[in-house]
């Protein structure tokens, strides 16, 4: 095999050669592609078709970017100064405390950036290809130079190609060239100093089909591409930088100014009222770490992570972070109707052909079942339904899709509602492949959105022409014809309104109408172009097919109403039929379905528009580009749209969108790599599940806010006021570092893996432009600090007074803090509400909190250590407890109980 793409630059220039002779020099079959054996060869030779990105940070820099952070400068001065006063004890725990922060939160980034990137690996590509002769879909891992690659319109190329042909084949290289008009593809050889830009009969790795259809041999593959060397522009860099987590570092930045300021008074007035310095050194810096939530940048991170494992989970993949917190606070869900809210599993159940009516029994894509004519089986062989056999005919053969049986089931392999076709043809006695030998396909028009139609031509050797048939909308069909066929088989004027009569009827029940025509052109045609089916086409029939709603579906709609969530369908279908399944999902709203067609919604400007957006529940015979103005006009309205989409021309809407949801299944490409998310199962219901997770990320992260910054108000308020009145600290540095970067992890983040409330779902979507600290939270934190303060000072001068014994009273105050702490905790988590629900009498499940119990648990044996172990009495100058002083500590959590409740009241937890 010629030089091809070894690593580097490919030293054959493959656009200048003919297309067959570029096949030819990497020993390729157009045709039959290459046979698995040599394709072995290959990828042992070349690897597989993936870029292999810059390494990332080595583990050691990562560990060392742990203590970029300003507050650990702070600490890591303090023990410095420290240590230069002799105080090496003190200077060792505050480093190592540093130390243990930094390993934390190494560890956790670590398992929450390789969660995601895990992620966004399993969202793979696929490609078309020949291979053995045969077509199939392989990850576009697997390919390697010389396999022969099949494209058409929503397709990523996966590989770079030399085209040997197109039909149509337009592909937007903006990614490779910055070209933001797709390119017109050709398959002639072009001179060798032709720009990248100009090689209209090269295809590259990473841009997209728009439109039409090609087919080329793979010439490089990897980092060999053209892409590939560019590839550092194109890395999708793994981030768990979102809105709330820039808002979290925002808010730190400015609470460490203030903090700060008010360290340097302490500091300052100390010194003036004649302390010395070393003591107001230390209340400085015990003021400066109690103020700080040090834990919570690692609970935002673990909780990010935690909520995209249980989307996927759920089957929702994650592709952008922030749409984790956005979907918590989504107005509006704008669906696809076939496929995302119905089974996708197309029954035809009624066919209207020459004037007459059939009803079609049996289930999904089992041939099983018979067609009915005044409720008597036909049979095509003895009986005469001339216009039946050619409606029948037309959608066996104009068709991309076949069926297959696996495991007694029978599947589509391709698109439902071809499957559907096929169905009730295998009903009627024939079989796909049979008419495919005796009447072959010579060529296609594949189906586009923007013209809502597919076409095939046919020979036969029984006949002296040849024949196309044409499927597709009823709008797109009819007025491209000026005959029909009668019951007789004989052709008579088109009857324009009879069929719109029958469409309706058929729409009425809820089914899908597709339309179907033929036309005879001569025998020597060996292609067809959208201009030879503008006219002169034979109106065949219509066949209405019905893909019901998904059971859980209904539920899903349910559960969004209760949350305050609108779901609107936007769908290409009829209207009439887009009604019948809105009702049955329950998508009334104030007792009907509203519903807008396309063709109006383009009369309608823009102040029109957002009012009818907003009343509409269902959106029927939409064109792709008009769910651009639909998002707009919603968010316009102050809506936060999530909008699924699955074609080319859906990617524009799914940028617009708050939150963009592809189809991990049905959808194109282009559409993936415009969304913020992927259903992998194309079920709305996962659209739901996700917005539950999403709501419940946020819940848990205002847990965590609300349990971790009340500590800090009563720590900070003690050491201040103890510092500006000259009284001895309650609470050391040492101390504090102990509470915030120890006793806090261990205790907040089980806060992360708290499961769903059970009204999560029954609030209405939270404002994306709330503050971080919102009024009632305010009020929730001050009130706790106080108690906190109260609990801390009291205790101290309580056991300092009543024993002398300083380190005592400090070891004591701080036990009662973390006793509070552990009732406030249990108030504010789902075991905590379990179990007070139990003791109420009431139904409860306590198995979800395990990790919760696990942390208290930890939370204990740490505290224990703390006062017991005599290594913590020398590190932090802590005092060991007998059984008395344990129940004293305990004491004072017990006011924690009404002081929850009370906060509970003002700003509830779920």
């Known amino acids: 095999m010629s030089a091809t793409a070894t690593g580097g630059r490919q030293a054959l220039q493959y656009h200048t050669l003919p297309a067959q002779e570029a096949a030819k020099t990497l020993n390729s079959d157009p045709e039959k592609g290459l046979t698995s054996a040599e394709v072995n060869k290959r990828i042992e030779k070349f690897g597989r078709n993936e870029l292999k990105g810059k390494p990332g940070k080595p583990a050691w820099l990562r560990f060392l970017l742990q203590f970029n952070q300003a507050l650990l400068y702070i600490l890591l001065v303090a023990g410095l100064i420290k240590a230069l006063l002799g105080q090496w004890t003190n200077a060792a725990v505050i480093w190592g405390v540093t130390l243990i922060n930094a390993i934390i939160g190494f560890v956790q980034e670590s398992k929450a950036e390789g969660a995601i990137a895990?992620?966004?690996?399993?969202?793979?590509?696929?490609?078309?290809?020949?291979?053995?002769?045969?077509?199939?879909?392989?990850?576009?891992?697997?390919?390697?130079?010389?396999?022969?690659?099949?494209?058409?319109?929503?397709?990523?190329?996966?590989?770079?190609?030399?085209?040997?042909?197109?039909?149509?084949?337009?592909?937007?290289?903006?990614?490779?060239?910055?070209?933001?008009?797709?390119?017109?593809?050709?398959?002639?050889?072009l001179e060798a100093d032709t720009p990248l830009a100009e090689r209209i009969n090269m295809a590259y790795a990473g841009s997209f089909v728009t439109f039409g259809q090609g087919s080329g041999v793979v010439v490089t593959t990897a980092n060999a591409t053209e892409m590939g060397r560019i590839s550092q522009s194109l890395e999708r860099q793994t981030s768990l930088s979102t809105p709330l987590t820039r808002k979290f570092d925002k808010f730190s930045h400015q609470l460490l100014y203030i903090i700060l300021g008010l360290a340097a008074m302490t500091f300052a007035v100390g010194l003036g009222q004649g302390q010395s310095w070393p003591a107001m050194f230390e209340a400085a810096v015990a003021l400066a770490v109690s103020a700080i939530p040090e834990g919570l940048p690692a609970v935002v991170t673990v909780t990010m992570a935690i909520g995209v494992d249980r989307m996927a989970r759920r089957h929702a993949i994650i592709r952008k972070l922030p749409a984790v917190e956005t979907l918590g606070g989504a107005t509006v869900i704008c669906s696809d109707k076939t496929g995302t809210l119905t089974e996708n599993q197309m029954t035809v159940q009624a066919i209207y052909t020459g004037g007459q009516n059939f009803s079609v029994s049996g289930t999904g894509y089992n041939p099983e079942g018979e067609i009915l004519f005044d409720q008597q089986p036909v049979d095509l062989e003895t009986g005469n339904f001339p216009s039946l056999k050619a409606c029948l005919m037309a959608g066996l053969l104009c068709t991309d899709s076949h069926l297959e049986q696996k495991n007694g089931n029978w599947l589509v392999v391709g698109d439902p509602t071809e499957g559907a076709l096929i169905a009730v043809a295998n009903k009627a006695g024939w079989n796909q492949s049979q008419m495919a030998e005796l009447i072959p396909r010579i060529d296609g028009i594949p189906f586009e959105s923007q013209f809502q139609y597919m076409a095939t031509l046919h020979d036969s050797h029984e006949s002296d022409a040849r024949t196309i048939?044409?499927?597709?909308?009823?709008?797109?069909?009819?007025?491209?014809?000026?005959?029909?066929?009668?019951?007789?088989?004989?052709?008579?004027?088109?009857?324009?309104?009879?069929?719109?009569?029958?469409?309706?009827?058929?729409?009425?029940?809820?089914?899908?109408?597709?339309?179907?025509?033929?036309?005879?052109?001569?025998?020597?045609?060996?292609?067809?172009?959208?201009?030879?089916?503008?006219?002169?086409?034979?109106?065949?029939?219509?066949?209405?097919?019905?893909?019901?709603?998904?059971?859980?579906v209904i539920a899903a709609v349910r559960a969004c109403k209760t949350a305050g969530i609108q779901v609107k369908m936007i769908t290409g279908d009829h209207i009439t039929t887009a009604k019948a399944i809105a009702e049955q999902i329950g998508l009334e709203r104030d007792g009907k379905v509203q519903a807008f067609e396309g063709r109006r919604l383009t009369t309608m400007d823009d102040a029109e528009l957002a009012q009818a957006v907003e009343s509409g529940v269902v959106f029927a015979r939409v064109a792709p580009e008009q769910k651009l103005r639909l998002v707009e006009a919603l968010q316009s309205k102050g809506e936060i749209v999530a909008m699924t989409g699955d074609g080319v021309n859906d990617a524009p809407a799914l940028k617009q969108a708050d939150i963009g949801i592809a189809m991990g299944g049905m959808g194109t490409d282009v559409a993936r790599e415009a969304s913020d998310m992927l259903l992998t199962d194309d079920n709305f219901a996962s659209i739901e599940a996700a917005v539950e997770e999403g709501r419940t990320v946020y819940q848990n992260l205002r847990k965590a806010i609300a349990f971790i910054l009340p500590v800090n108000g009563g720590e900070s308020m003690t050491i201040l006021i103890s510092a500006l009145f000259a009284r001895d600290l309650p609470i050391?540095?040492?101390?504090?570092?102990?509470?915030?970067?120890?006793?806090?992890?261990?205790?907040?983040?089980?806060?992360?893996?708290?499961?769903?409330?059970?009204?999560?779902?029954?609030?209405?979507?939270?404002?994306?432009?709330?503050?971080?600290?919102?009024?009632?939270?305010?009020?929730?934190?001050?009130?706790?600090?106080?108690?906190?303060?109260?609990?801390?000072?009291?205790?101290?001068?309580?056991?300092?007074?009543?024993?002398?014994?300083?380190?005592?009273?400090?070891?004591?105050?701080?036990?009662?803090?973390?006793?509070?702490?552990?009732?406030?905790?249990?108030?504010?988590?789902?075991?905590?509400?379990?179990?007070?629900?139990?003791?109420?009498?009431?139904?409860?499940?306590?198995?979800?909190?395990?990790?919760?119990?696990?942390?208290?648990?930890?939370?204990?044996?740490?505290?224990?250590?703390?006062?017991?172990?005599?290594?913590?009495?020398?590190?932090?100058?802590?005092?060991?407890?007998?059984?008395?002083?344990?129940?004293?500590?305990?004491?004072?959590?017990?006011?924690?109980?009404?002081?929850?409740?009370?906060?509970?009241?003002?700003?509830?937890?779920?």
Request: glycine share 6%; aromatic share 6%.
């Open 732 to 910: 050391l540095s040492l101390q504090v570092l102990w509470l915030n970067m120890v006793n806090s992890v261990t205790m907040t983040v089980p806060l992360a893996f708290e499961p769903k409330s059970d009204r999560v779902m029954r609030q209405m979507p939270r404002n994306p432009k709330e503050p971080l600290l919102s009024g009632t939270l305010f009020q929730r934190i001050a009130v706790v600090s106080i108690f906190n303060w109260i609990l801390i000072f009291g205790m101290f001068e309580w056991i300092r007074r009543d024993t002398g014994n300083i380190d005592l009273a400090r070891t004591m105050a701080i036990q009662a803090l973390v006793a509070g702490r552990i009732v406030y905790l249990l108030s504010i988590s789902h075991l905590g509400n379990s179990i007070f629900r139990k003791l109420r009498g009431k139904s409860a499940s306590i198995s979800d909190g395990k990790a919760m119990a696990l942390g208290i648990l930890c939370t204990v044996i740490l505290q224990i250590l703390f006062s017991q172990w005599g290594v913590m009495n020398t590190l932090f100058r802590t005092a060991p407890l007998d059984l008395n002083q344990w129940l004293i500590c305990l004491i004072p959590a017990l006011p924690m109980l009404p002081v929850a409740w009370f906060v509970n009241r003002i700003d509830p937890a779920e």
């Open 118 to 189: 895990a992620l966004a690996q399993a969202v793979t590509t696929e490609a078309t290809v020949i291979r053995n002769g045969q077509k199939s879909r392989i990850p576009s891992q697997e390919l390697v130079p010389g396999d022969v690659v099949l494209l058409t319109s929503g397709d990523k190329v996966p590989a770079d190609l030399r085209l040997f042909n197109t039909r149509n084949l337009q592909v937007d290289e903006s990614a490779l060239t910055g070209e933001s008009v797709p390119v017109e593809k050709a398959t002639i050889p």
């Open 469 to 552: 048939y044409v499927k597709g909308s009823v709008e797109a069909i009819l007025g491209r014809c000026q005959q029909m066929l009668n019951a007789d088989g004989q052709p008579e004027p088109i009857n324009r309104e009879l069929i719109a009569q029958q469409v309706e009827f058929l729409a009425e029940q809820g089914l899908r109408v597709l339309a179907f025509a033929k036309k005879a052109v001569a025998k020597n045609q060996n292609s067809i172009e959208h201009e030879d089916i503008e006219h002169d086409l034979m109106f065949l029939g219509l066949q209405g097919m019905i893909d019901p709603p998904r059971p859980e």
